[in-house]
Each structure stands twice: as structure tokens, then as C-alpha cells.
Nanobody
């Protein structure tokens, strides 16, 4: 079992920045790859970014490339999502997810564990 706890959401103006954190606890083998997703009411959960624990590779959705950066602190079992140049279209609940394979995918169904989410609101 893996427990994920997100933090760092909030309200920010267009062009502002936020940093989300996701701390993992529990069985290390269950969180070999971490992903960030977001969801707005009435829409499917959307992949934002991801990074395996054992690789420096990072992956991003086209909509956030150049604005968002995913990173991790292995010692703290924490993954971060630095979000810059935020737009109103980035408004969503952001979720952290983990899977047991050391491979990031963009499919929400590939992830085994989820945090409860943190709200990000970008005002125009």
C-alpha cells in the first residue's frame, strides 16, 4: 500500500506560480513512477507530468511544457510540481498518483494509488 498526500494548491492570478508537493509513504515498490494529473468537473482526469523514482527523465503534457517542472526529493519521498505562467485553463483539482512499474504513462488507469487532490484556481 502507498499513501499519497498533496499540498500546495491555492488561488493565484494569471501569470503567477504555485508549487505542489506530494509525499509518499508505505510500500516503496508501489511507487516506482509518479504522475501528476488534473481534473475539472465533467471532464476526464488529464495527465500533466510524471517522473520515475529511479530515473531523471521527466514527461509532460503538451499543454504544460515549458511552464511546469516536475522534480523529486528521494530522501523525503516527495515529488514536486512547479507551475509557472499559470493560466485560467490550468484551474483544476490536481492529483498525485503512483504505480509499481518504473514507467510513466499518461493513462490514469495505469496508476494504482492516488492522493485526495488539491485545488488550483487561476483567476483572470
Amino acid at each position: 500500500q502507498v499513501q499519497l498526500v498533496e499540498s500546495g494548491g491555492g488561488v493565484v492570478q494569471t501569470g503567477g506560480s504555485l508549487r505542489l508537493s506530494c509525499t509518499a509513504s508505505g510500500t516503496p515498490s508501489g511507487s516506482r513512477a509518479m504522475g501528476w494529473f488534473r481534473q475539472v468537473p465533467g471532464k476526464e482526469r488529464e495527465f500533466v507530468a510524471g517522473q520515475p523514482w529511479l530515473s531523471p527523465s521527466t514527461y509532460y503534457a503538451d499543454s504544460v511544457k515549458g511552464r511546469f517542472t516536475v522534480s523529486r526529493d528521494n530522501a523525503q519521498n516527495t515529488v514536486y510540481l512547479q507551475m509557472n505562467s499559470l493560466k485560467p485553463t490550468d484551474t483544476a483539482i490536481y492529483y498525485c498518483a503512483a504505480r509499481g512499474l518504473n514507467l510513466v504513462t499518461s493513462r490514469a488507469s495505469d496508476y494504482d494509488y492516488w492522493g485526495r487532490g488539491t485545488q488550483v484556481t487561476v483567476s483572470s
